[in-house]
């Protein structure tokens, strides 16, 4: 791999966006931001929407900053969050903006779904791990409120699908992203019609499936000259954002697990196979596609997004704290004092995240956080204990020996977090890249455009670009008595 090829990726995000440069020369790649930009939810009459609109303004944006630096792209790829989608028109437009998952119109949805088709029947033909605001549930909404959108309807393309359509004229679903849908089977990877004959919907609803690597297109010629680019091709890359990010795992072989670290914390392994049984469906386990035929078995955690919200209120009451005196006023407090359980139902989204831990503290006889330091440390030492929690019900499962694991994204910079994890989990954490979903959308590009030809010789090259550190475990006696208190109160 010695020419220099330059590949632009469209990272979307459920609160921002980018558009990064990547630069792939003799075996390293580099990335440069190019724009950055928000990415807020609209609110219509009491429905949440998302502006794809507005998203495809941004896309174009980047497209015009390379064209306004003299550089000339190889390849675009497009990545977003997960199961959001738009419908398309008889005549191709597009029949209003998405509904975003954070729209309550899914609530009670999954138990109504189930009178029709049970529980037990949709995991074993999907592994997808259930939430209320999955696509499944989400069509089964519409259906329920009527939606003149949904009766429309030729096709149905999620949200990286549609930014592509935009650019391209071409209509497809990208693997990944729509197995997060839980409408996939999970062993032919195709629309499952079982499941959308409940609603008396028909997989025809949704175009064909392709997967990760695959060039859907040159950007359409109108869209090339108002950006003042060439038509350039778009490469469906892992159009889920966890998907590509998993893709940038630095890792030399199968045995490891991964945690993508963010608003959301996404912990599990890549296989070959789903891993569907009662086990699986007990602990509710997800088998999302991957790349090059990998499945991607993980569980959703709830993240750093308990820490997003009371930063929220603390900016509010005027007390704006960096990062790093987070971490330092973590570091600084009694460590174990207060616990939580972080996907307790009471932190999906409540008015105060403040309020909502000292309730759960109260509720579970615990002191309650008086400080704004002991907050901090309860948020962090709650995610590392219930990292191990999730990782030795991954262990039960798994095929293989988990023997490291490897956090990417945003999170794998809080050094701290990554210490305490790697004392709970007593297995060395490898923590980096920062920038893991865009350096995967970049590195599938690369496998679109025949640059690498494995998902193993991808990681070589990303090896070969990132400076993982890795953290190992300490204090482990200190830790599994933590971890016995931390299981006493999440039981209660």
């Given at each position: 791999?010695?020419?220099?090829?330059?590949?632009?990726?469209?990272?979307?995000?459920?609160?921002?966006?980018?558009?990064?440069?990547?630069?792939?020369?003799?075996g390293k790649l580099e990335l440069q931001e190019l724009?950055?930009?928000?990415?807020?939810?609209?609110?219509?009459?009491?429905?949440?929407?998302?502006?794809?609109?507005?998203?495809?303004?941004?896309?174009?944006?980047?497209?015009?900053?390379?064209?306004?630096?003299?550089?000339?792209?190889?390849?675009?790829?497009?990545?977003?969050?997960?199961?959001?989608?738009?419908?398309?028109?008889?005549?191709?437009?597009?029949?209003?903006?998405?509904?975003?998952?954070?729209?309550?119109?899914?609530?009670?949805?999954?138990?109504?779904?189930?009178?029709?088709?049970?529980?037990?029947?949709?995991?074993?033909?999907?592994?997808i791990q259930f939430m209320n605001f999955n696509s499944?549930?989400?069509?089964?909404?519409?259906?329920?409120?009527?939606?003149?959108?949904?009766?429309?309807?030729?096709?149905?393309?999620?949200?990286?699908?549609?930014?592509?359509?935009?650019?391209?004229?071409?209509?497809?679903?990208?693997?990944?992203?729509?197995?997060?849908?839980?409408?996939?089977?999970?062993?032919?990877?195709?629309?499952?019609?079982?499941?959308?004959?409940?609603?008396?919907?028909?997989?025809?609803?949704f175009p064909e499936i392709v997967m990760p690597g695959?060039?859907?297109?040159?950007?359409?010629?109108?869209?090339?000259?108002?950006?003042?680019?060439?038509?350039?091709?778009?490469?469906?890359?892992?159009?889920?954002?966890?998907?590509?990010?998993?893709?940038?795992?630095?890792?030399?072989?199968?045995?490891?697990?991964?945690?993508?670290?963010?608003?959301?914390?996404?912990?599990?392994?890549?296989?070959?196979?789903?891993?569907?049984?009662?086990?699986?469906?007990?602990?509710?386990?997800?088998?999302?596609?991957?790349?090059?035929?990998?499945?991607?078995?993980?569980?959703?955690?709830?993240?750093?997004?308990?820490?997003?919200?009371?930063?929220?209120?603390?900016?509010?009451?005027?007390?704006?704290?960096?990062?790093?005196?987070?971490?330092?006023?973590?570091?600084?407090?009694?460590?174990?004092?207060?616990?939580?359980?972080?996907?307790?139902?009471?932190?999906?989204?409540?008015?105060?995240?403040?309020?909502?831990?000292?309730?759960?503290?109260?509720?579970?006889?615990?002191?309650?956080?008086?400080?704004?330091?002991?907050?901090?440390?309860?948020?962090?030492?709650?995610?590392?204990?219930?990292?191990?929690?999730?990782?030795?019900?991954?262990?039960?499962?798994?095929?293989?020996?988990?023997?490291?694991?490897?956090?990417?994204?945003?999170?794998?910079?809080?050094?701290?977090?990554?210490?305490?994890?790697?004392?709970?989990?007593?297995?060395?954490?490898?923590?980096?890249?920062?920038?893991?979903?865009?350096?995967?959308?970049?590195?599938?590009?690369?496998?679109?455009?025949?640059?690498?030809?494995?998902?193993?010789?991808?990681?070589?090259?990303?090896?070969?670009?990132?400076?993982?550190?890795?953290?190992?475990?300490?204090?482990?006696?200190?830790?599994?008595?933590?971890?016995?208190?931390?299981?006493?109160?999440?039981?209660?």
């Amino acid at each position: 791999m010695k020419q220099r090829n330059l590949l632009f990726a469209l990272d979307l995000g459920a609160t921002s966006g980018r558009s990064i440069l990547g630069v792939l020369e003799n075996g390293k790649l580099e990335l440069q931001e190019l724009t950055r930009f928000p990415n807020t939810i609209i609110q219509v009459q009491g429905k949440y929407y998302w502006n794809i609109y507005a998203l495809f303004e941004a896309l174009k944006d980047g497209l015009k900053t390379i064209a306004a630096k003299g550089i000339e792209i190889d390849s675009i790829g497009i990545d977003t969050w997960g199961v959001d989608f738009v419908y398309v028109a008889e005549d191709g437009s597009l029949l209003g903006l998405p509904r975003s998952y954070r729209d309550p119109y899914t609530e009670g949805a999954q138990e109504a779904y189930f009178e029709q088709l049970s529980r037990k029947e949709v995991y074993d033909i999907t592994g997808i791990q259930f939430m209320n605001f999955n696509s499944l549930f989400q069509l089964f909404a519409a259906k329920k409120e009527n939606s003149s959108a949904l009766k429309a309807a030729k096709n149905i393309l999620f949200v990286p699908d549609a930014l592509s359509y935009l650019l391209t004229g071409k209509q497809y679903c990208e693997y990944t992203i729509a197995s997060t849908s839980q409408i996939v089977n999970a062993y032919n990877k195709q629309m499952e019609p079982k499941l959308l004959e409940v609603m008396n919907l028909s997989p025809a609803l949704f175009p064909e499936i392709v997967m990760p690597g695959k060039t859907i297109g040159n950007v359409q010629s109108s869209v090339a000259t108002e950006c003042g680019i060439k038509p350039t091709p778009v490469i469906a890359v892992a159009g889920h954002d966890t998907a590509s990010a998993v893709v940038a795992v630095p890792a030399e072989d199968e045995n490891f697990a991964y945690l993508s670290s963010g608003t959301w914390s996404l912990m599990g392994i890549e296989t070959k196979e789903p891993i569907i049984n009662d086990k699986t469906f007990d602990l509710n386990f997800t088998n999302e596609g991957g790349v090059d035929g990998t499945i991607r078995f993980l569980k959703n955690i709830t993240g750093m997004w308990l820490l997003e919200q009371c930063r929220k209120e603390w900016e509010k009451a005027g007390k704006s704290y960096t990062y790093p005196e987070i971490v330092a006023m973590s570091d600084g407090a009694k460590p174990f004092r207060s616990l939580i359980e972080p996907d307790d139902a009471s932190f999906a989204n409540p008015p105060s995240m403040l309020k909502a831990i000292a309730a759960y503290c109260e509720k579970t006889g615990q002191p309650v956080p008086e400080e704004d330091a002991q907050v901090i440390r309860c948020i962090f030492d709650s995610l590392a204990l219930k990292y191990k929690h999730v990782l030795d019900s991954l262990q039960e499962v798994a095929p293989f020996p988990i023997k490291k694991l490897h956090v990417i994204g945003g999170g794998s910079q809080n050094k701290l977090l990554n210490q305490m994890t790697a004392n709970a989990i007593g297995i060395p954490v490898v923590a980096g890249p920062s920038e893991a979903t865009a350096i995967g959308n970049i590195m599938i590009q690369a496998m679109g455009l025949g640059l690498v030809k494995s998902l193993q010789e991808v990681r070589d090259v990303i090896r070969n670009s990132v400076s993982p550190e890795v953290f190992e475990p300490k204090d482990s006696n200190i830790w599994a008595d933590a971890y016995t208190q931390f299981k006493n109160i999440i039981n209660k």
